[in-house]
């Protein structure tokens, strides 16, 4: 069947009272940013991206309005790139472990897929000469998540530069997911920003807490985004004008946004970080100084299904580390309300202790 086995167990089994497996910033409420009726539109000029929408994506991450392609989430950006790039057995380099839809959408188009790691006794860095090495004649393609999708720790500005200009060299495109870039301070240069080989997706979603509108883009170069914008004449033609509207409203009032996310992460990061030093006997931990999830490993547990398992008894949920090729993490997510994650982390540790191991 061609799914993504992760969306599919996301959308119905990831819920929970206590969701520590939530992959993004609390969502939105409508007091959360102000809306007049100005703000709403059922139709309009949207035929290749609704103009004030590219302007503004264009504005924030310092590109021009022409290098905009939107779409339906992250996700969708992703596959338009990936679709207008790849041809039916042209090779794709992608990180392990990974984000799995971005696995299941390269196999889908028909790729030869090779691995390069990101590896927990490396702090998930990536070794641009491990990459390198893996390049040949057929490779078009380089597939990287920064930060990264489940350990959260971003790649840094040199490993991109360098695998940069082999690509540059090489006809090489790519293609960076930076969904949790605009938590991190400082912030990185959108890797878009280094060079024409470089493609980045993001959207309002994770970092921004509004899903509902559905608000992704690619930034690129421009000859190559108006190739995506002819493919996406395939799929989705044009977006919902509503949707894009409101999208401009929320990016006038990007600066309240970020505010929230970063309200709500504060004493959430102190707390995870807190309980992963009091678990050092059961868990190691890359742990980044700033992100909203982390990608634990068991010490004395070779899968943590059963973990999860033992969590759902006390409705809480995290993500299986299965679906990201780790059986023995688990991804832990702390985007929600303070007091929720406190009561997730304290299910968390009975549940640990109940598999009889101690736990300080």
């Given at each position: 069947m061609k799914q993504s086995i992760y969306m599919t167990w996301a959308k119905r089994h990831a819920g929970a009272r206590y969701n520590l497996a939530n992959s993004g910033i609390l969502g939105c409420e409508a007091g959360d940013i102000s809306v007049t009726s100005e703000d709403f539109a059922l139709n309009g000029p949207n035929h290749d991206g609704y103009a004030p929408l590219n302007e503004a994506i264009a504005a924030k991450y310092g590109t021009a309005a022409d290098a905009v392609v939107t779409a339906q989430g992250t996700s969708m950006a992703n596959f338009l790139a990936m679709a207008t790039i790849i041809e039916r057995g042209d090779e794709v380099l992608i990180e392990q472990p990974t984000y799995e839809p971005l696995l299941a959408a390269a196999r889908y188009l028909g790729a030869q897929i090779k691995r390069f790691g990101r590896r927990f006794e490396d702090g998930y860095r990536v070794n641009p000469d491990e990459v390198l090495g893996l390049v040949t004649s057929r490779t078009k393609l380089i597939v990287l998540t920064s930060p990264h999708n489940p350990s959260a720790v971003a790649v840094d500005e040199p490993t991109l530069r360098k695998i940069g200009a082999c690509a540059a060299e090489r006809?090489?495109?790519?293609?960076?997911?930076?969904?949790?870039?605009?938590?991190?301070?400082?912030?990185?240069?959108?890797s878009a920003n280094l060079g024409p080989q470089f493609m980045t997706t993001s959207s309002l979603t994770k970092s921004h807490g509004l899903s509902g509108l559905?608000?992704?883009w690619v930034l690129c170069e421009p000859r190559l985004a108006e190739r995506m914008r002819r493919l996406n004449d395939l799929f989705g033609a044009v977006g919902?004008?509503?949707?894009?509207?409101?999208?401009v409203t929320a990016f006038r009032q990007i600066e309240l946004l970020e505010k929230r996310t970063r309200d709500i992460l504060d004493p959430n990061i102190a707390l995870v970080h807190n309980f992963l030093e009091s678990h050092r006997d059961v868990?190691?931990?890359?742990?980044?100084?700033?992100?909203?999830?982390?990608f634990p490993r068991l010490r004395h547990e070779s899968d943590s299904q059963a973990l999860h398992d033992r969590?759902?008894?006390?409705?809480?949920?995290?993500?299986p580390g299965v679906f990201f090729e780790e059986p023995r993490h688990f991804r832990l997510g702390f985007a929600v309300k303070t007091e929720d994650v406190a009561t997730g982390l304290e299910h968390l540790s009975v549940a640990l202790r109940t598999a009889g191991h101690r736990a300080a």
């Amino acid at each position: 069947m061609k799914q993504s086995i992760y969306m599919t167990w996301a959308k119905r089994h990831a819920g929970a009272r206590y969701n520590l497996a939530n992959s993004g910033i609390l969502g939105c409420e409508a007091g959360d940013i102000s809306v007049t009726s100005e703000d709403f539109a059922l139709n309009g000029p949207n035929h290749d991206g609704y103009a004030p929408l590219n302007e503004a994506i264009a504005a924030k991450y310092g590109t021009a309005a022409d290098a905009v392609v939107t779409a339906q989430g992250t996700s969708m950006a992703n596959f338009l790139a990936m679709a207008t790039i790849i041809e039916r057995g042209d090779e794709v380099l992608i990180e392990q472990p990974t984000y799995e839809p971005l696995l299941a959408a390269a196999r889908y188009l028909g790729a030869q897929i090779k691995r390069f790691g990101r590896r927990f006794e490396d702090g998930y860095r990536v070794n641009p000469d491990e990459v390198l090495g893996l390049v040949t004649s057929r490779t078009k393609l380089i597939v990287l998540t920064s930060p990264h999708n489940p350990s959260a720790v971003a790649v840094d500005e040199p490993t991109l530069r360098k695998i940069g200009a082999c690509a540059a060299e090489r006809g090489i495109g790519i293609l960076v997911d930076e969904a949790y870039r605009d938590v991190l301070d400082p912030l990185p240069t959108p890797s878009a920003n280094l060079g024409p080989q470089f493609m980045t997706t993001s959207s309002l979603t994770k970092s921004h807490g509004l899903s509902g509108l559905r608000c992704g883009w690619v930034l690129c170069e421009p000859r190559l985004a108006e190739r995506m914008r002819r493919l996406n004449d395939l799929f989705g033609a044009v977006g919902a004008m509503p949707s894009e509207h409101l999208s401009v409203t929320a990016f006038r009032q990007i600066e309240l946004l970020e505010k929230r996310t970063r309200d709500i992460l504060d004493p959430n990061i102190a707390l995870v970080h807190n309980f992963l030093e009091s678990h050092r006997d059961v868990l190691d931990c890359v742990v980044p100084l700033r992100s909203m999830m982390v990608f634990p490993r068991l010490r004395h547990e070779s899968d943590s299904q059963a973990l999860h398992d033992r969590l759902r008894q006390a409705d809480t949920s995290i993500v299986p580390g299965v679906f990201f090729e780790e059986p023995r993490h688990f991804r832990l997510g702390f985007a929600v309300k303070t007091e929720d994650v406190a009561t997730g982390l304290e299910h968390l540790s009975v549940a640990l202790r109940t598999a009889g191991h101690r736990a300080a």
